[in-house]
C-alpha cells in the first residue's frame, strides 16, 4: 500500500505542487512575520542596550494617564524635598533631580520641523558627561540661552557649535546658541533615533515641566556594595505607591519594547496576509484532491477489491497530503526566512542609527511553519479521504468517475454553519461581546457560504455564461463551466473569500469617509484651518498672541481655538478637548445640542458628545471625575451632550482647567470662520503670515481638511488591495489546478470535439470561457457576501461617527474586471495543453 501511495504521488506531483504553493503561501508570511520580529527584536535590544549606563536606578511619580500605544507619558513633576528623602536612604551615594521629558522640537535651517524617524523629541536637563554620554565637540550648556544637542540631530539637521537654534517647547518658539554635540557610548549618535536638546535645569524645568524647581525623576547612583534590588525596595516603601523605582536594565527594556510597535504593526500584518492565504489554500487543497481522488476512483476500487481496508485508503490519501505539506512547509520556510531578512533591513532603515542584528530563525519560526503548512494541507486532505474510504470494489467495473450525489450533508453543514455565523456577527456588531466572536462570526459565514455555493452554482454560471454564448467556443465553455456545480463552487470560493473580505473592508472603509467628508462639508463653517500633519493636536502648539492678531484681519468673523489631550473618565481612557471660546467653537463646528444645556457650560461644569456619554453611561446631570494629564482628578457636573461630531467626540473641559491639566498648554488647532463675502484665497496668505512663528501647523482651506482626512482611508485601502492581491494568487492556482485536472478528466470528450472540427484556437477560447465564467462566478458572489457584510459592520459603526452607508462601486467594478484578468491569466496554461491534445491518442484514452 506504501509503494502504491508512493508511486500515485510521483504520478501527479505537478497537480499537488500546484495546490501547495496555497500552503507555500501562508508559511511564508506566518514564518517571514516571525522572522523579522526576532531580527528586528534583537537589533532593538541592542541598540538600547546600555541607554541607562549612567543609572543605577531612577524613582518617578506614576503618570496621571497611561498613554496609550505609540504615545509619549506626562510624568509628574516631583520635587526638592523628595529628592533629599531618595538620598538618606540607606544604600544610596548620590541622589539628584533629573528632567527629561517629550515635547523639545527643533526647528530646521529651512525653519521647518527637523524630521524624525519616529523617535522621540526630548527636552532635558544637562547631566553632566558620563559612561554613557560624552561631549564631540564644544562645551556643556553654561548659561540659559545654550544648549547642547545630540550627534543623531546636529547630523540630520545641518548644525554645529555655535549655530542659533530655534526650539518648540509647552512654550512659544525660543532661541538658542548650540554651545556642544554630544555622542553615546559605542559610538552611537543617537538612541533609538531619538532627538535630544539638553538645556540648563532651570530652563528645562520651565519648558518642559512648566515648574520651577520641578524634576521629572530622580536618579541614584548606589554605594559601593549595596544591592541595587534592596535600595530599590528601600526607596519605594519611602516614596510609597504614588511612585514607581527601576533600574537602568528596566529603564532600557521598557524603552526597547515602546520602540516594538512597529514591529506588533508589520507582524499583524503579514499575519493577516497567511490568514487568507490559509483559509483560501484549504478551498484548493479540498478541490485538487476531490478532483484527483475522483479520477482514481477505478484505481481506489482495485486496491478495495485487492484487499486494501477503508483504513489504508485513507491512510494512503493523508500521505499524499502529508508529503505534500511537509514539501510545501520546507519551500514556504525558506521563502519566509527571505522575506524576514529583507522586511527586517528595510525597517531598520526607518530608524537612525538602527543596525540590524545578525539574521535569526527562531526555533517558533520553523515549528510553526511545518506546523501550518502540513496540518492545514491534512485537514483539507481528510475530506476527500473519507469520501475515497467509501469507494466499494465493484466500481472497478464501472466505466469513469461516479456522477455527483446530492451532497445533502454538506448544504445542511453549510446552513448550520452560516446561521452560526449570522448570529455571532450580530451578536459582535451589535452587542458588547467584542472583536473574537466578529472574526469567528466572518470564519463560520465564509465557511457556510462556500457549503451553500453548489446551490447557486449552475444557474448563476449559466447566466454568467450568456455573456460568452455567442460563439461556439463560449457556448462549450459556458456547459463545461455549469456541468459540475460543486467542482466550479469549490473552485469559485478561493476567489468568493478573498473578494469578499476587500470588498467587505472597502465598504466599511467608504461609508465610514463619505460620512466624514458629508458632515465636514455639511456642518464645518471654518473655510480655513490650521493644524499639525495629518490633524495631529497632542504635539502641535500654536502662539496664542498669534491667533488674537489672526482676530485682527480683515475677513475673519471667529477664531475658535483648540486643545485636544488623553485623560480618564472615571476608570476609562477618554480624549478631552478644551476651546478658548465654547460659544465660537460651537458655531463655526455646526455642534447641535442634544440633551441638557451646551450653551454656555461653567466652572465646574464639562460638555461631551452624545456617543462617549453613552459609553461611559452618563446622563446630564451627573457628576464626571476627569484626570487629566497633570494635577488631581476634577469632579464636574454633565451640563448637556452634543450631537457626534467627528471634529468634536470627546469631553470638553474648562479652558482654565486644561490650561494647568492638559500636556501642552498652547492651543494645538484653530479654526477660522470668514466674513460673508470673504475670498479664501486673498485671508489665507494673510494667516499664514501671522503664524509664521508656528511652524507645526499650516493653514489649510475646507476641502483640504477633507482630504486630509480622506488619506487615511486611502491608505487603508492600499492595504485591502495588497489582500485582494494574495487571494487572487490563490485563485489563480485553483482555477489552473481545476482546470488542468478537468482537461485530463476529458481528455477523450475534448480528442472527439477536436476530430469534429474544433480548432486550436477554439479550443482555447472554449477553456478561456469555463475559466472566465468560474472566475467571474467567485467575484460576483464575493462582492455580494462582501457588500452586505461591509453595510451591516458600517451600520454598527453608527456610535463612531459612520452616519452614511456606502457601496465602493468603482473597487467592485474593478474587483470584476480583476476576476476577468484571473481568469483569462488561469487559462493559458490548460488551454495550451488542451489545444496541443494528440487527437488519436486523445479518443482513445481511458
Not at 496540518?375 to 466505466?399: E, G, Q, Y
Not at 461516479?402 to 454553519?417: F, S, V
Request: no cysteine; net charge positive.
Amino acid at each position: 500500500m506504501l509503494k502504491a501511495t508512493l508511486k500515485s504521488l510521483l504520478s501527479r506531483k505537478l497537480r499537488l505542487i500546484l495546490s501547495g504553493l496555497a500552503v507555500v503561501l501562508a508559511v511564508m508570511f506566518v514564518s517571514g512575520s516571525m522572522v523579522i520580529r526576532d531580527t528586528l527584536g534583537r537589533s532593538i535590544d541592542a541598540q538600547f542596550a546600555g541607554a541607562y549606563d549612567d543609572t543605577d536606578l531612577q524613582a518617578s511619580l506614576k503618570p496621571k494617564v497611561d498613554a496609550d500605544v505609540g504615545d509619549s507619558e506626562v510624568i509628574p513633576v516631583t520635587d526638592a524635598a523628595a529628592v533629599e528623602r531618595v538620598s538618606k536612604v540607606s544604600g544610596v551615594e548620590r541622589a539628584r533631580g533629573v528632567v527629561q521629558a517629550e515635547g523639545a522640537r527643533v526647528l530646521g535651517k529651512d525653519g521647518k520641523l527637523v524630521p524624525s524617524t519616529g523617535g522621540p523629541r526630548y527636552g532635558e536637563s544637562w547631566r553632566g558627561e558620563s559612561d554613557l554620554i560624552a561631549l564631540r565637540s564644544g562645551h556643556e550648556p553654561r548659561t540659559d540661552a545654550e544648549v547642547a544637542i545630540n550627534a543623531g540631530l546636529a547630523e540630520k539637521a545641518g548644525f554645529k557649535v555655535g549655530d542659533r537654534i530655534q526650539v518648540l517647547t509647552t512654550e512659544p518658539q525660543k532661541t538658542f546658541t548650540v554651545a556642544g554635540v554630544f555622542g553615546y557610548s559605542g559610538d552611537r549618535d543617537a538612541i533609538g533615533g531619538e532627538q535630544t536638546v539638553a538645556f540648563t535645569e532651570p530652563v528645562a524645568q520651565k519648558l518642559m515641566t512648566g515648574t520651577p524647581g520641578g524634576f521629572t525623576g530622580i536618579t541614584v547612583d548606589t554605594a559601593s556594595g549595596a544591592s541595587v534590588a534592596a535600595v530599590k525596595a528601600a526607596i519605594g516603601k519611602e516614596l510609597g505607591d504614588t511612585f514607581r523605582v527601576a533600574t537602568g536594565e528596566e529603564l532600557s527594556k521598557k524603552a526597547s519594547d515602546k520602540s516594538r510597535g512597529v514591529l506588533d504593526l508589520m507582524s499583524q500584518l503579514l499575519l493577516g496576509f497567511a490568514a487568507v492565504a490559509v483559509l483560501v489554500g484549504i478551498f484548493l487543497i479540498v478541490n485538487t484532491f476531490s478532483i484527483i481522488i475522483a479520477q482514481r476512483m477505478r484505481e481506489l476500487a482495485l486496491l478495495r477489491a485487492l484487499g486494501a481496508s477503508p483504513r489504508q485508503v485513507i491512510g494512503s490519501v493523508l500521505l499524499e497530503s502529508f508529503v505534500v505539506g511537509l514539501v510545501a512547509s520546507a519551500i514556504g520556510l525558506a521563502a519566509g526566512v527571505g522575506i524576514g531578512a529583507l522586511g527586517a533591513k528595510m525597517l531598520a532603515g526607518t530608524t537612525d542609527g538602527l543596525k540590524v542584528a545578525p539574521l535569526g530563525v527562531p526555533a517558533s519560526a520553523v515549528i510553526t511553519a511545518f506546523a501550518v503548512g502540513i496540518l492545514v494541507t491534512m485537514f483539507s486532505a481528510l475530506f476527500p479521504a473519507l469520501k475515497a474510504a467509501k469507494v466499494a470494489p465493484i466500481s472497478v467495473i464501472r466505466a469513469a468517475v461516479n456522477p455527483e450525489g446530492k451532497h445533502r450533508k454538506q448544504t445542511w453543514t453549510g446552513g448550520i454553519l452560516f446561521g452560526l455565523g449570522i448570529i455571532m456577527l450580530a451578536l459582535g456588531l451589535f452587542g458588547s461581546s467584542g472583536i473574537a466572536l466578529i472574526l469567528t462570526g466572518v470564519l463560520f459565514t465564509f465557511v457556510g457560504v462556500a457549503l451553500l455555493t453548489p446551490l447557486v452554482s449552475r444557474p448563476t454560471v449559466w447566466a454568467l455564461g450568456a455573456l460568452f454564448a455567442r460563439s461556439l467556443p463560449g457556448q462549450l465553455g459556458r456547459r463545461n463551466s455549469a456541468r459540475n456545480p460543486r467542482r466550479t463552487a469549490v473552485t469559485a470560493s478561493a476567489m468568493m473569500i478573498g473578494v469578499a473580505l476587500v470588498t467587505a473592508i472597502s465598504t466599511v472603509a467608504v461609508s465610514s469617509e463619505n460620512s466624514v467628508t458629508d458632515e465636514l462639508s455639511r456642518d464645518l463653517k471654518a473655510q480655513l484651518v490650521a493644524m499639525g500633519e495629518g490633524g495631529s493636536a497632542a504635539s502641535a502648539t500654536i502662539d496664542p498672541a498669534a491667533l488674537t492678531a489672526v482676530g485682527q484681519v480683515s475677513g475673519v468673523k471667529n477664531v475658535a481655538a483648540a486643545m485636544l489631550d488623553s485623560g480618564k473618565v472615571g476608570k476609562e481612557a477618554a480624549g478631552v478637548a478644551s476651546w478658548q471660546d465654547w460659544g465660537k467653537a460651537r458655531e463655526v463646528l455646526g455642534l447641535k445640542g442634544d440633551k441638557g444645556n451646551i450653551d454656555s457650560p461653567g466652572d465646574g461644569e464639562v460638555v461631551m458628545n452624545t456617543a462617549t456619554a453613552k459609553s461611559h453611561d452618563l446622563k446630564t446631570g451627573d457628576k464626571v471625575v476627569v484626570q487629566l494629564q497633570r494635577g488631581e482628578p476634577h469632579t464636574y457636573v454633565l451640563a448637556g451632550t452634543f450631537k457626534d461630531s467627528n471634529l468634536a467626540n470627546s469631553v470638553v473641559v474648562p479652558w482654565a482647567d486644561a490650561q494647568t491639566g492638559f500636556r501642552n498648554k498652547l492651543p494645538s488647532q484653530a479654526f477660522f470662520q470668514l466674513e460673508d463675502g470673504a475670498e479664501t484665497a486673498a485671508v489665507q496668505p494673510k494667516i499664514e503670515g501671522l503664524l509664521k512663528d508656528s511652524p507645526e501647523v499650516s493653514v489649510q482651506t475646507k476641502s483640504d481638511v477633507i482630504g486630509q482626512f480622506s488619506q487615511g482611508f486611502a491608505m487603508m485601502l492600499t492595504v485591502v488591495q495588497a489582500l485582494l492581491g494574495v487571494a487572487m494568487l490563490i485563485a489563480v492556482l485553483g482555477i489552473i489546478n481545476t482546470l488542468a485536472l478537468s482537461i485530463l478528466e476529458r481528455t477523450k470528450e475534448m480528442g472527439a470535439l477536436r476530430a469534429i472540427g474544433l480548432s486550436r484556437g477554439q479550443t482555447v477560447r472554449m477553456i478561456m470561457t469555463e475559466s472566465v465564467v468560474i472566475s467571474l462566478f467567485g467575484a460576483v458572489l464575493g462582492i455580494t457576501v462582501g457588500g452586505l457584510l461591509g453595510l451591516a459592520v458600517a451600520h454598527a459603526m453608527k456610535d463612531q461617527g459612520v452616519s452614511q452607508l456606502s457601496l465602493p462601486w468603482a473597487q467592485m467594478l474593478a474587483y470584476l474586471i480583476g476576476a476577468m484578468v484571473v481568469g483569462v491569466i488561469a487559462s493559458l496554461a490548460p488551454a495550451r495543453r488542451g489545444a496541443r491534445l494528440n487527437v488519436l491518442k486523445a479518443i482513445g484514452h481511458e
